[in-house]
């Protein structure tokens, strides 16, 4: 054995390198290849960022940053702002227009349905200010008129026995109640310098503006209106004693005293007009009154010295009289001889309010120059749905 090693060491024959010192060569290689990968794809990152930051510094330079709704709203408010501008369209036809709100064009007409966001601004100052819109039945419809099918009579009924003959019973009646849509247009101007300045922000004022004019004009009509072309009010229906009630009318209830609340025990009146209404529709009654008779009623009191009115806990609660909340609708009479100035009734069953939920805008910078024109309009009505949810308190001695 030693012989043997020995004459190999004396030819300088080996087995070869260690089978570590290959994997340490090879593992070294492989790093150098990751590292100049990880350097590579760096590099790369880098001058991508770069090129993203220069895009935009250079789009959205001396702009606030905007948020992902913002964002998304943008190419609507762009392009109608546009076109209130300066009555350029090409936008609004080229953008594929999303949701209820602007999704047709009425280029026979020159004008386009308000983009989202001023839309749903005018709707919301609508039902702020409208006051009879806020406890209203509101639908949306797309056609001309909207049908509301009541049926305000009782079936027929019997006791029956296992041998009698049975008799035929009464049959319930419907009525089909037709409310048509309106239109209510407004028609604010603006100088074409104005519209010029781009520091003026041309969609809330055009939102303001239009939401002055229609909130005013309904909630005229939805009290007092007389149904040419424009919606029937409640109080320009019928009104008979609530004893003689007969469907197509409304039921009042008076105070004893012309003009005025009975001299003695005035808040029995209110105590009569809340049970003159049916307890089906009480559930969900509300009281409607302007300023003035609201300044009246409040301070009334019961036998025992209690006020029949107390005031919202809550910011934003309202008024409650007896228990049940009141509206302050400036459009109700004020007291007078005769006047039915306070109504009480469920209302989401009494009144219905139908409307196409677009709003059209049509710029006109001829008629009126150096003054842009600008001419919004929607189709609405309103009428009685259930003449039974409604009473009314007459000022007069029957």
């Given at each position: 054995m030693k012989t043997e090693c020995k004459a190999r060491?004396?030819?300088?024959?080996?087995?070869?390198p260690a089978p570590a010192a290959e994997v340490k060569t090879a593992l070294a290689g492989f790093l150098k290849e990751i590292k100049g990968f990880q350097d590579e794809v760096k590099t790369k990152m880098q001058q991508q960022d770069e090129r993203l930051t220069m895009l935009q510094t250079k789009t959205f330079a001396g702009r606030p940053a905007l948020s992902v709704a913002a964002t998304e709203e943008a190419p609507h408010q762009k392009a109608f702002a546009a076109y209130l501008r300066s009555g350029d369209d090409d936008a609004l036809r080229g953008l594929v227009l999303e949701g209820k709100a602007l999704n047709t064009s009425v280029s026979a007409e020159g004008g386009y349905l308000v983009d989202p966001q001023t839309s749903e601004t005018i709707r919301g100052v609508l039902k702020a200010t409208a006051s009879i819109r806020q406890i209203a039945n509101?639908?949306?419809?797309?056609?001309?008129?909207?049908?509301?099918?009541?049926?305000?009579?009782?079936m027929g009924s019997g006791w029956a026995t296992e041998t009698a003959t049975l008799t035929e019973t009464g049959t319930p009646q419907i009525d089909r109640i037709s409310i048509p849509l309106h239109e209510l247009s407004a028609m604010p101007k603006a100088s074409q310098r104005l519209l010029d300045d781009s520091a003026f922000d041309i969609e809330s004022w055009l939102a303001g503006r239009i939401a002055d004019k229609f909130a005013r004009a309904e909630a005229a009509a939805f009290v007092n209106g007389n149904g040419v072309d424009k919606p029937t009010g409640f109080l320009n229906h019928a009104s008979v004693a609530n004893d003689a009630w007969a469907w197509g009318s409304l039921g009042y209830v008076a105070?004893?005293?012309?003009?005025d609340f009975a001299a003695l025990n005035a808040s029995d009146a209110i105590v009569d007009l809340v049970y003159a209404l049916d307890a089906e529709y009480r559930a969900n009654a509300t009281f409607v009154m302007n300023s003035?008779?609201?300044?009246?009623?409040?301070?009334?009191?019961?036998?025992?010295?209690r006020f029949l009115w107390s005031d919202g806990l809550q910011a934003g609660e309202p008024a409650r009289l007896m228990g049940y909340p009141v509206l302050i609708a400036e459009d109700m009479p004020d007291i007078a001889s005769g006047a039915q100035a306070i109504a009480f009734g469920d209302f989401k069953n009494g009144y219905t309010i139908a409307e196409r939920p677009d709003l059209r805008v049509l710029r006109d910078p001829f008629s009126a120059k150096p003054h842009v024109l600008f001419y919004a309009s929607k189709r609405v009505g309103g009428d009685v749905s259930d003449f039974a949810a409604i009473k009314l308190l007459k000022f007069a001695a029957s």
């Open positions: 060491a004396g030819t300088g024959l080996s087995d070869g509101v639908v949306n419809v797309e056609a001309t008129s909207f049908d509301v099918l009541v049926d305000h009579t009782e105070t004893g005293a012309d003009g003035k008779t609201a300044g009246a009623v409040r301070k009334m009191k019961d036998a025992d010295g």
